[in-house]
């Protein structure tokens, strides 16, 4: 079967970094996607990972290793406004985006 | 422009009644998809559509019947409401099947009582 695991509460302070890891088994792969859902509202794109390596945006970066099937996300200078669930999603051999369950980021002052 | 949009924004059922979700997008965007999202679960998609006319399923489609008429418009239908359909729906749509991303409409919460 398919299966992105993630974690699922992470607490950190204002102004630290925070890595966020998503491992994830899957028929295929083609790109995998963060994206950011604040409590009650959608998902909102942040990256996209197809190859090897890190992409950095601003504060946020995120980092894929196809090998090892993971991925994680940076988030650098954390504010409070970045207390959301972040969701890691793998796209797989049918175009479909398998989703994991998110991660539930607080952020403490 | 305003994206995706999403109506209603919450609705309480009654078991065995029915409903139509609607969708609307904005953006010329051929994709569309209906998701669903459960406390502890990652979204699932329940139906989606590659263009105006076409729908095809997902990993949750039954009980759920779909229509793309309109390229705009993505219509989700619940013919005989379930409590286990009580759920909070995304509408979303992209360009393609590569990287672009997926764009989300609020969310429609269903409560199936």
């Known amino acids: 079967g398919q299966n992105i695991d993630q974690p699922t509460e992470m607490t950190a302070t204002e102004g630290a970094i925070v890595q966020i890891n998503c491992t994830y088994q899957t028929s295929g792969f083609n790109g995998l996607f963060w994206y950011q859902q604040h409590a009650g509202e959608a998902p909102t794109f942040l990256s996209y990972n197809v190859l090897d390596g890190l992409e950095e945006k601003g504060r946020f970066s995120s980092f894929l290793s196809r090998s090892k099937g993971y991925s994680y996300l940076l988030l650098k200078e954390l504010q409070m406004k970045d207390s959301a669930s972040y969701l890691c999603?793998?796209?797989?051999?049918?175009?479909?985006?398998?989703w994991g369950a998110g991660t539930k980021l607080i952020i403490k002052p | 422009n305003a994206g995706v949009t999403q109506t209603p924004k919450f609705r309480v059922l009654k078991t065995g009644q029915s409903m139509t979700l609607l969708c609307a997008q904005d953006?010329?965007?051929?994709?569309m998809y209906w998701y669903r999202q459960d406390p502890g679960m990652g979204l699932r998609l329940i139906h989606y559509?590659?263009?105006?006319?076409?729908?095809a399923k997902g990993e949750v489609p039954d009980g759920y019947n779909v229509s793309r008429l309109k390229k705009q418009n993505f219509l989700l239908g619940l013919e005989s409401a379930a409590p286990s359909q009580t759920s909070v729906y995304f509408c979303?749509?992209?360009?393609?099947?590569?990287?672009?991303?997926?764009?989300f409409g609020p969310g429609t919460r269903l409560l199936v009582l």
């Open positions: 559509s590659v263009g105006e006319g076409t729908t």
């Open positions: 979303a749509s992209s360009v393609g099947e590569g990287p672009e991303t997926q764009y």
């Open positions: 999603a793998v796209r797989d051999s049918n175009y479909q985006l398998i």
């Open positions: 953006m010329n965007h051929e994709y």
